[in-house]
């Protein structure tokens, strides 16, 4: 498989470097010196100066783990798919799509998906797609035959006319692409044809849709049923519809275990060596991605160690204006960083995996006993057979149907059971452990000693959608900071767990996105101990003639230089940089705080875990507000409260306590540092204040939380004034 020339080349972001370590050092250097302040000088009898000092800390620890990204070299890569194996010599790609409730995911959008993993551009009889339909549902099932029928036009149009996009839907509807010189006739002809069997295909999913309940079963048996009806030469790839057993009483583990149930039947069917995951929403956007994926895993230089090589995440539904911080951008230039170690997180979605990687198969030597392996597999022969390199599966591509005693061996392997007193879910396949089960497995991949290549490349090869409403984006990272917190709080923990398999460097990496639902304490302190210590006239910070305040000073500029600087270099207007600052403190106050909490309480055994699918259908109203940037607040009350409350805590303080300043005189020299934070917050958040008092649109905030937080104010306001 391998080639001994090179197909990839990367290089090292100079620039980059020296800026990240002349910030590392004079940054890291203030911010000793600004504890040493606080450790030295401030009364740390008084619970607020203790507090504050606490806020502190969090935030330069993070800081400083956040560090192990921006030190190494930053690379980016170049690949070269025309030096790749003639197409008979490349090996086969198993396509996972996942979806799991089509009342929350339109089937219209996850069969645009499917269609597009089948128009990529590969060997037809390497590639082979599977939908996993966790909801097993009808509809899903329907409409799955239906988007194979519409392929075997769309397929063969996009490899005639190299089309670039393979995803319909984005095709018809950007009009790009009168590609590759095909601007004749008989190109627009085609087209012609093609858009309008694509109408008719979306008119039959419509109808589908219309007749069939699109309710989500929580208890079904397993269905795998081979799609594709092709006989013998094989011109498109192999789809495969599957939907795994689903009981009430069983736990199913959610996507990790809709992927292991996938992986166990594909190896039965296809077995191939590669693996591309999808989330239902992530269309291919570029036909190309599986050769430039395999330039890495064919790579000599690379191939061996290599577990995933991860795209980033890009999403086609985000506006100019980006309000609620949808792309993500602070993410992606740690996996550049991360590049320049052992290599990117897993990030769920738009990577190409090796099977064997998955499976952990190295550990085992060759004269290894079965019932060993029993115990890591599971009890399938059939399936123990497929893991040996040279297997072939017993399933063939002239087949429509799957005989009786493979249909018996998939069913078991899809059975809710399966996983029981195997190491599935622990040491094989995705994990379990937590419900972020791309970054858990990733990190247990890396501490098995696998290294993983980010790839950027200029024309995104999938594209997502990210929530547009604040509720949903809140939601969300709820869910992904139980998921760290799980980790962070447990055995795994990064910086210990990590420590011992790998270098410091990735570990910390690693952790600070696993502790980063600390920010919340932090965030607390700072949103309310100076604000009430102003109206107090306790100061908390040093005087202006001190000249320590230069020291504070220059810790808040550096960090908002570094910070503009990141938006500047990847090509953001200053925007972003408030943008940024305003979701990174609400979801501090509300996604990292009741994270936190629910795994506390679940570590009580007074909570399971859930993994709600975040909604995908598009509420005309809301994308409207979307796209002229006004933000959504019709979140729950549970989100909204905190934010109004500290929103009103602040304000207040900051007029009372200038006030104060102005009337009172006495030491004013000493509360203007402080006053300053209030008035950053109530700035910064400007749209809650119009959400409250002057919108009167859908999404502004609902009375009744408006009223309970001024309540909530109050209260803590009178608190400041009792104590
Ligand atoms: O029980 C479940 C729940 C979810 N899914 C699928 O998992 C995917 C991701 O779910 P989504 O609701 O879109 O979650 P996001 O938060 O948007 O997903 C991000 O975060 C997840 C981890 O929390 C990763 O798995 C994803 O790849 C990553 O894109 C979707 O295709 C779902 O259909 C299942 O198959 N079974
Ligand atoms: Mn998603």
Redesign the pocket.
């Known amino acids: 498989m391998e080639n001994s020339v090179s197909l990839s080349d990367c290089h090292v972001k100079k620039k980059n470097l020296i800026i990240n370590r002349f910030h590392f050092f004079i940054h890291g250097i203030s911010l000793i010196a600004l504890l040493h302040y606080r450790i030295t000088t401030s009364s740390l009898t008084r619970a607020p100066h203790v507090l504050i000092l606490i806020s502190e800390l969090i935030l330069s620890s993070i800081w400083l783990l956040g560090q192990a990204s921006y030190w190494r070299p930053v690379v980016t890569r170049t690949v070269y798919p025309e030096r790749l194996p003639r197409d008979e010599k490349l090996p086969g790609i198993d396509v996972f799509v996942?979806?799991?409730?089509p009342s929350k995911?339109p089937v219209l959008q996850v069969m645009n998906t499917v269609i597009s993993a089948l128009a990529l551009d590969y060997p037809p009889d390497k590639l082979h797609v599977y939908l996993?339909d966790?909801g097993g549902s009808h509809v899903t099932f329907r409409a799955v035959k239906r988007a194979w029928i519409f392929s075997e036009m769309w397929v063969p149009f996009c490899r005639k006319y190299r089309v670039e996009n393979p995803c319909p839907e984005s095709y018809f509807s950007s009009g790009e692409e009168e590609s590759a010189g095909f601007g004749c006739s008989e190109f627009l002809v085609d087209k012609y044809n093609i858009e309008k069997r694509y109408e008719e295909f979306k008119n039959s999913v419509a109808k589908i849709v219309g007749e069939t309940s699109a309710y989500m079963s929580r208890d079904h048996p397993s269905l795998v049923e081979v799609i594709s009806d092709s006989n013998g030469d094989r011109k498109l790839p192999l789809l495969v519809y599957v939907a795994r057993e689903k009981r009430p009483s069983r736990p199913?583990n959610?996507?990790a275990g809709?992927i292991n149930v996938l992986l166990r039947i594909s190896g039965m069917i296809s077995n191939s060596p590669y693996i591309l995951v999808l989330?239902?929403?992530f269309y291919c956007n570029d036909r190309s991605s599986a050769r430039q994926a395999m330039c890495f895993h064919l790579d000599s230089n690379l191939s061996e160690k290599i577990a995933f090589v991860q795209f980033p995440?890009t999403f086609h539904n985000i506006s100019d204006t980006d309000i609620y911080d949808g792309k993500l951008r602070y993410i992606w230039p740690k996996f550049e960083g991360l590049n320049g170690l052992r290599g990117p997180f897993l990030?769920?979605?738009c990577f190409y995996i090796k099977r064997e990687a998955l499976y952990g198969t190295r550990k085992f030597h060759d004269d290894v006993d079965l019932l060993r392996v029993k115990k890591y597999f599971g009890s399938s022969d059939e399936f123990i057979k497929s893991i040996s390199r040279n297997y072939k599966p017993s399933y063939s591509n002239d087949k429509k149907f799957l005989d009786n005693s493979l249909q018996n061996e998939l069913h078991l392997l899809a059975s809710c059971s399966y996983d029981n007193d195997t190491k599935w879910g622990k040491e094989v396949g995705f994990r379990y452990f937590a419900?972020?089960?791309?970054y858990f497995t990733g990190l247990n991949l890396h501490c098995e000693g696998w290294t993983s290549v980010y790839y950027e490349p200029s024309r995104p090869c999938f594209l997502?959608a990210s929530p547009i409403s604040l509720g949903e984006l809140l939601v969300?990272h709820t869910?992904?900071n139980v998921?760290l917190s799980q980790v962070a709080l447990s055995r795994f923990s990064p910086m210990i767990y990590g420590t011992m398999r790998m270098s410091v460097f990735q570990s910390m990496c690693y952790a600070e996105i696993a502790y980063s639902p600390l920010y919340f304490l932090a965030l607390y302190i700072l949103a309310l101990v100076p604000q009430l210590c102003l109206l107090q006239g306790i100061p908390l910070y040093p005087e202006i003639s001190n000249p320590y305040l230069l020291v504070f000073l220059f810790v808040v500029l550096s960090s908002q230089a570094r910070h503009l600087q990141d938006v500047f270099s990847t090509g953001h207007k200053i925007q972003a940089w408030s943008n940024e600052h305003r979701i990174w403190m609400m979801k501090s106050l509300t996604c990292y705080f009741y994270a936190t909490l629910d795994v506390i309480m679940e570590k009580f055994g007074l909570k399971n875990n859930s993994?709600v699918?975040?909604n995908?259908v598009v509420d005309e109203e809301q994308a409207k507000r979307y796209r002229m940037g006004v933000y959504d607040f019709q979140a729950p009350a549970m989100f909204m409260v905190p934010l109004c409350t500290l929103y009103i805590v602040n304000v207040a303080s900051f007029v009372v306590g200038i006030g104060k300043i102005i009337l009172g005189g006495g030491n004013s020299n000493e509360m203007v540092v402080q006053a300053c934070i209030p008035l950053f917050v109530a700035v910064l958040n400007f749209p809650l204040l119009e959400g409250m008092v002057s919108r009167k649109d859908k999404g502004r905030v609902s009375s009744f939380v408006s009223l309970i937080s001024v309540l909530i104010a109050a209260v803590v306001l009178s608190f400041a004034f009792l104590v």
């Open positions: 996942c979806t799991a409730d995911e996993s966790d199913h959610f996507k809709a989330d239902c929403d995440q990030s769920g979605t419900v972020v089960e791309d997502g969300q869910r992904w998921g993994f699918p975040t995908k």
